[in-house]
Nanobody
Framework: QVQLVESGGGLVQAGGSLRLSCAASGRSIGDYGWGWFRQAPGKEREIVAALSWSGTSTHYSDSVKGRFAISTDNAKNTVYLQMNSLKSDDTAVYFC???????????????????WGPGTQVTVSS
């Protein structure tokens, strides 16, 4: 079983950048597929980015494509979400999640992910 803790959130002006980190403990990140989700007030949780277990396939939502990037650092056992050109619509709580039954394609549904971090708040001021 893996434990996840996100960090790196905060307040940033529109157009700025943040890098979110998801530190994993208990298991290697290489054992899982990975996803970053976000949930804004009054809205459903939505996928932002996902990485397959193989590490060779990624998915990005249309709203963040070209601005966000998911990556991993096996030595640090950490998953990252680099967020550039931030917009006010990106304001949300961001969660990382691990998919233990991951395949060669990234999982896009939150129901596919068994382990979740507590989330980190990202606020983008316009």
């Amino acid at each position: 079983q893996v434990q996840l803790v996100e960090s790196g959130g905060g307040l940033v002006q529109a157009g700025g950048s943040l890098r979110l980190s998801c530190a994993a403990s208990g298991r290697s990140i290489g054992d899982y597929g990975w996803g970053w989700f976000r949930q804004a007030p009054g809205k459903e949780r939505e996928i932002v980015a996902a990485l397959s277990w193989s590490g060779t396939s990624t998915h990005y939502s249309d709203s963040v494509k070209g601005r966000f990037a998911i990556s991993t650092d096996n030595a640090k056992n950490t998953v990252y979400l680099q967020m550039n050109s931030l917009k006010s619509d990106d304001t949300a709580v961001y969660f990382c999640a691990a998919d233990e039954l991951a395949s060669w394609r990234p999982s896009l549904s939150s129901q596919s992910y068994e382990y979740w971090g507590p989330g980190t708040q990202v606020t983008v001021s316009s």
